[in-house]
Structures are given as C-alpha cells and as structure tokens.
C-alpha cells in the first residue's frame, strides 16, 4: 500500500482537526476490516488514516430517553453478547451473530459496518464505484453480475449494500448519529445510505470532516418481534445473497404495523414498503408469510446472471416473517 500518515486523537474534536478536506486526503479507521485491504489493493490510497477506536464518546452502549445508544466502535461481538439486544432486538442480534468469523466479529465495529464499501468485484479491481470501462460504458450489465442488485438497478450504480446490520437497524427505525465541527446531527439510518451518481461520491450522507459516532435505536414496545434471516453460498468467510429483516408490532397473532427491509439486493438497504403495507391488519401465518415475500419482490429488476436473487428474497421475507412470530 502507499505509504501514509497515522493518527490516534483522544478525542472527537481532536479526531476532526485531523481530517482533511477530502477522503484522498483521510480515511477514518476503526476496525480497519475493510479499509486495510481497500488500501492494500489500492484502491484506496489515503494521506492519513485517523484511528478513533480510543474516543469514549463513540463507544460503549448505553440506555438513553431516546432508547438504546450504540456507539460507533461497539464491536459485532460486544452487540452479540450485550443482553438487552439479544431480548428485546432479536433481529439485530441475529444479524451480528451470522458474520461468521470471530476474528471479524471481534474487530470490526458497528460504524464500521454501515460504512463499508461495496463488494463488487469490478469496484475493488480499480474500474470504478459505477465500473465503467474507459469509454464510460457500464460493466455490469453484460458482465459477470451474479452478485449484483435486482433492486434500485436502473444506472449509474449496480453494486449492492454491504452491510449486515443496515436491514435490521432500519427496520427498527433506528438513528444515526453524526458529529462534525457544528456538533451532532442526526438523521434515519433508512436515509443514511444514498446511491452515488458518480464515482468520487460515497454510498452514505458523511462527508469527508464529519464522523458517524453513535446510533440510537427507539426503546423496544410491547409487542414489537423482530427477525433476520439470510441465504449465503457458504457459511465461512463469505457475505449473503440476500437477506430479510422485519419488525413486527404485534396484538395477539395480528400485525398492526410491519417493516421489511432486504439487504443484498440494491445499492441501499432496500425498504419492502409493499410488503409492510400490505402485512397490517393480517394474521401471521404461513399463507401470510409467503404472500409478503411476493409483494416484496415486485418490481425487481434482475440482471443477465442474478434472477435466482428474486426467489431469495422472497424466501427470507418469509422466513423472517414466520421466525419473528414464534419469538
């Protein structure tokens, strides 16, 4: 990798005077899961690398008025094992236990993870966020595109979003919580991810002074039951294919309000708003389940080698739907 600058503030403020103007000019890092072999590959080559591991402020997780308060350096594996996540968000527990390698679950940290860059081949072999060849044509459609999105595909962008935890998180309508020079912002984890128009933007609302440092999750209601469920080629060392996370509010067996998110399937956490709509007032079972994952896969749009994305979807729709109601 190209050689760069390291530093490790004591403090927010501190870790902004450190970053540039640009991401050229700094990259923060955390558990460095994904930034390290960004850099290593080259495909990113910043000045300076800011390591905020060691700031109080962006860890720990903590009760608040607003609810449960994750801060950004909270490490998959302190999500796994902090009880009051595993009683009351199922879902977001399942989807931090199914990272399959504790090496990873133990570095890398839940910022990290809403952050992280795409994993699409032809990015990450230096053609590109939106991959297109030297001409400007896109790679993607009459490529290798197995992996890519089904949803949200229209152009410029084909990858998919990276993140585990985004699904989960967004289904139960948690807040990210960001820190800049004019102190805290906050905005929806579901409008924190963006499709970038051109390859110098990023797939997130940060921008290159300010920090992700906390996300707050509503405190859990009665009869609110959560679930994820994924598909994955392989259980080692590998991402999913598809995955499924919904949030139930519940009165006995019936939904009074429901929230599908797919994750894999788009260059954003993909919002199912058919699918929950259409769940409220119904009775859980199995004929409701399996008519949920239809209607969250309307509209899909798979590419030349990736139709068989469809039929996942569908199936961990309903199979997060059935595993929420037995929770």
Not at 305 to 313: E, F, I, R, S, T
Request: with cysteine; net charge positive; hydrophobic share 40%.
């Amino acid at each position: 990798m190209e050689a760069f600058e390291y530093a490790r503030p004591a403090s927010g403020k501190e870790a902004l005077e450190l970053l540039g103007g640009s991401f050229a000019d700094s990259e923060i890092l955390a558990g460095g899961m994904d930034l390290i072999s960004l850099m290593k590959n080259y495909v990113l080559s910043p000045k300076r690398l800011v390591n905020i591991k060691g700031i109080s402020e962006f860890s720990g997780i903590r009760s608040t008025q607003q609810g449960l308060a994750i801060g950004a350096t909270t490490t998959l594996q302190e999500l796994i094992e902090h009880k009051t996540i595993a009683a009351d968000y199922p879902g977001l527990h399942q989807a931090a236990d199914a990272i399959p390698s504790p090496q990873i679950r133990n570095m890398a940290t839940a910022g990290g993870n809403l952050c992280q860059r795409p994993r699409c081949w032809y990015f990450r072999n230096g053609f590109g966020l939106l991959a297109r060849d030297a001409k400007g044509n896109p790679l993607v459609p009459g490529g290798d595109n197995r992996y890519h999105a089904i949803f949200g595909n229209d152009g410029p962008a084909y990858f998919v979003n990276g993140s585990s935890l985004a699904p989960a998180l967004i289904a139960l309508s948690a807040q990210a919580r960001i820190f800049s020079a004019n102190g805290w912002r906050e905005v929806a984890v579901a409008d924190f991810f963006r499709t970038p128009r051109n390859d110098n933007e990023r797939e997130n609302v940060l921008q290159p002074k300010e920090i992700l440092g906390e996300i707050v999750i509503p405190s859990a209601s009665k009869g609110l039951r959560t679930s994820t469920y994924e598909v994955r080629e392989r259980e080692a060392l590998d991402w999913p294919l598809a995955t499924a996370s919904v949030a139930l509010k519940m009165s006995g067996n019936k939904i009074e309000k429901a929230s599908v998110v797919l994750g894999y399937v788009a260059p954003i956490p993909w919002q199912a708003k058919e699918a929950g709509d259409w769940l409220a007032g119904k009775t859980l079972n199995e004929e409701t389940a399996a008519k949920a994952g239809e209607a969250a896969v309307q509209g899909a749009k798979p590419l030349s080698g990736n139709k068989y994305k469809v039929q996942l979807a569908r199936v961990c729709v309903k199979r997060a739907l059935l595993a929420a109601g037995r929770a």
